[in-house]
């Protein structure tokens, strides 16, 4: 995959770890709230993200379609879903690599 030189700082910051383990640790501390002792929370967070993401690997389609596939009309997926929205979660990501890109750029 060739990619042009001025596309560095984006990918520099979409490639930090740091937001898929604060996404991971969200998921470990919400399932804590509900009541599940942090250790069983961290085994199924962890299965969650890499079945999900081998789900992708396997598929090779738009992520939009996968979501789509799970969400159920009227069930669970649809109301976390809808929550994330709420609250702007993509956004959030998208603002958060920007600004994660403007800062990349300062270092050049």
């Not at 599940?36 to 890499?50: K, P």
């Not at 069930?75 to 879903?81: D, Q």
């Not at 702007?88 to 600004?99: N, Q």
Request: glycine fraction near 6%; proline fraction near 4%.
């Amino acid at each position: 995959m060739a990619l042009a030189e001025r596309h560095i700082n984006a990918v520099t910051a979409m490639t930090t770890p740091a937001t898929v383990f604060m996404f991971f640790q969200s998921l470990i501390d919400a399932g804590v709230r509900a009541g599940i002792d942090r250790e069983t929370c961290t085994r199924i967070a962890y299965q969650t993200i890499v079945g999900s993401m081998e789900v992708w690997h396997q598929r090779k389609v738009p992520p939009s379609e996968l979501m789509a596939e799970a969400s159920t009309p009227g069930g669970i997926s649809v109301e976390c879903l809808h929550v994330l929205e709420k609250f702007a979660f993509r956004a959030a990501i998208s603002d958060a690599i920007k600004k994660g890109a403007e800062r990349a750029a300062q270092f050049c």
